[in-house]
């Protein structure tokens, strides 16, 4: 069987023949929000609906990081290497400190609680990006029905002022979000209101030096499925989730190809010791793949 569908030759050079598409464990509900922690050795995970992150550890397998996750979604790291997470269930985004206590980094924005932080990144210059779908607040599935109270859009937060600016506010449901390597694009999956015709978009952002955003454009369009998590690698290729898998996305939007995931892919990341391997969060299990590639993640 082969894990993979090329439609570009360059594609065969970013796989390998023999590298197969690993299940590394099963058993939960909803998976989310990878982030790798290469100096513990360590994926966290978010298993939603469960109200859990967990963590897999190479050769010891799956424990529980946080058993009431406040129904978490996607994480990253900061510059300083602790975790950031965006929260369903207190519709706020956090920072876990070295001692484990927990630092609120936005909970509202002009007065009005936030939607449900859903992914976040963290930009060179340590500021913290996060998209603010309604998903989480929808049903009590992935946290707690509420009524919407800002819209859906894009957030930056400024360490060094406190400050919480919208950025994006131009697209239905923002959801994955990913910076080019040389922070000069930022790319946004619109997922769309209740998953309509509108959900297969992904969008790029022309990001100045002082992070102002314009110019926003099509980059492309995902098909099977919608685009949830995104990530980017160092040559600025862009890896997405889809229906059928994760695709490969060249800087000029055509798709080089893809790798099939046999359930349907939420979230990635890159890691391993050389950021070379790509961590799949698929429905009820957790994947990952060795590639001849390596990803942009900080720090």
């Not at 594609?11 to 590298?19: E, I, M, P, R």
């Not at 963590?55 to 950031?84: E, F, M």
């Not at 913290?128 to 779908?133: H, L, V």
């Not at 996305?249 to 798709?255: E, K, T, Y």
């Amino acid at each position: 069987m082969s894990f993979f569908e090329a439609s570009d030759p360059k594609f065969g050079s970013y796989v390998l023949g023999n590298a197969p598409v690993k299940q590394l464990a099963t058993g939960f509900d909803w998976v989310e929000g990878p982030v790798w922690f290469g100096d513990a050795g360590c994926l966290l995970f978010s298993d939603i609906p469960n109200n859990k992150i967990m963590r897999w550890t190479p050769g010891q397998g799956i424990s529980v990081y946080r058993a009431s996750s406040n129904y978490s979604n996607g994480h990253t790291r900061d510059l300083q290497g602790r975790l950031i997470s965006c929260e369903h269930g207190t519709r706020r985004v956090t920072r876990t400190e070295y001692d484990g206590s927990i630092t609120v980094i936005a909970d509202q924005f002009d007065g009005k609680p936030l939607n449900s932080p859903n992914d976040v990144v963290v930009k060179s210059d340590g500021s913290i990006w996060f998209s603010d779908p309604h998903y989480g607040i929808m049903t009590n599935y992935e946290g707690f029905q509420s009524p919407q109270e800002n819209p859906c859009v894009v957030y930056r937060f400024t360490p060094e002022t406190g400050t919480l600016e919208t950025m994006v506010t131009d697209m239905n449901c923002p959801n994955g979000l990913a910076f080019s390597p040389d922070e000069s694009l930022l790319y946004v999956a619109d997922t769309g209101r209740m998953y309509t015709d509108d959900a297969q978009h992904i969008w790029v952002y022309d990001c100045a030096p002082d992070g102002a955003i314009s110019g926003g454009r099509l980059f492309h369009t995902i098909d099977p499925g919608i685009a949830d998590g995104i990530r980017v690698d160092t040559d600025g290729n862009l890896w997405s989730s889809a229906a059928d898998g994760v695709h490969c996305i060249a800087p000029d939007g055509h798709v080089m190809g893809k790798i099939r995931v046999p359930e349907l892919v939420s979230n990635i990341c890159f890691g391993g010791r050389a950021k070379h391997q790509l961590y799949i969060t698929a429905t009820t299990s957790l994947y990952c793949i060795t590639l001849n590639r390596q990803g942009i993640q900080r720090p």
